[in-house]
């Protein structure tokens, strides 16, 4: 019996003890976290995304379309995954088995993720030179962001967890979009062409502009232009979006004087379908709708 009772309270013990180290540890995991997106945002994203948008002026409409398209699709799967990754955690946080159905659910998350990049994996094996070519402009620094973001991990106690990928088997992964290894995941052909900046939305003026934005003809068929007024000189951004709010290309980036303006769009990649013009200056956002019948 006191044996048992012995065995017992070793048990909790131990049980204790892992628990106080996982609070202890947990914290700085999630701070080490947290430091390595803000050095990811304040000192690569600066100089990376301006290559990508180089690269962007080297692609057709149609592989720009199917790029946007396979972003938005990962979008949609990441918000799954995350709803059934906190399903896990209560499970696991109650000390309860998850339920297979839920682990097949995850899987089938993943599988329709490799699917998705497929057409886009595509491209990136078309145009390998031409990235190949941009990313060859920052190999040197590659080489210190991965050493600053190793250096945060070990600083936060996180040594062994996602250090990048130095073997064969974890390039792979991160060239396939598998893994957990966002730098280099960053710079394979795949990463690179999915990359965007997920605080650009943040950054957009919530103020509804009035620029007397008018598109014609409307309804559309192989082009139109999009006619809108200053009333002060302004940097002005103009998107093609879809009818889900999804940007297929970007128009127009560039400042413009006080005046009416008028830019023409080529249409002949679209569909017949709704779409929306959106027209950001420093004043504010205008949408404008339209339609394509061919």
Not at 38 to 60: F, S
Not at 95 to 109: I, M, W, Y
Not at 192 to 219: C, G, S
Request: with cysteine; glycine share 4%; hydrophobic share 35%.
């Amino acid at each position: 019996m006191k044996l048992k009772i012995s065995v017992l309270f070793c048990m909790v013990l131990l049980f204790a003890m892992g628990a106080e180290s996982y609070a202890q540890d947990h914290p700085k995991r999630h701070q080490g976290r947290k430091e390595a997106r803000t050095y990811i945002k304040k000192n690569i994203l600066p100089v990376v995304l301006p290559l990508r948008a180089r690269l962007d002026e080297q692609l057709n409409d149609a592989e720009k379309l199917t790029i946007a398209s396979t972003k938005a699709t990962l979008k949609q799967l990441r918000a799954e995954a995350r709803a059934l990754r906190k399903q896990v955690r209560e499970y696991r946080k109650n000390d309860k088995p998850v339920p297979e159905a839920l682990r097949q659910q995850l899987q089938a998350l993943r599988d329709k993720k490799q699917t998705a990049v497929q057409p886009v994996k595509a491209i990136a094996e078309a145009r390998s030179a031409e990235i190949t070519a941009l990313l060859s402009e920052i190999e040197t620094q590659k080489a210190q962001w991965k050493t600053d973001l190793q250096a945060i991990r070990e600083r936060h106690g996180n040594k062994n967890r996602g250090e990048g990928c130095d073997n064969e088997g974890k390039d792979k992964a991160c060239e396939e979009g598998k893994g957990k290894c966002p730098l280099m995941m960053m710079f394979s052909h795949v990463g690179f062409l999915l990359l965007e900046d997920r605080n650009d939305e943040e950054t957009l003026p919530n103020k509804q502009a009035n620029l007397k934005a008018e598109v014609f003809p409307n309804p559309s068929s192989t082009a139109n232009r999009i006619s809108f007024e200053l009333t002060e000189s302004s940097m002005v951004s103009i998107d093609l979006l879809s009818k889900q709010g999804l940007v297929l290309k970007n128009v127009l980036n560039e400042t413009r004087t006080v005046g009416k303006h008028t830019v023409s769009v080529d249409l002949n990649s679209l569909s017949d379908d709704v779409y929306y013009f959106r027209i950001k200056t420093s004043k504010g956002v205008e949408t404008k709708r339209f339609i394509v019948e061919k």
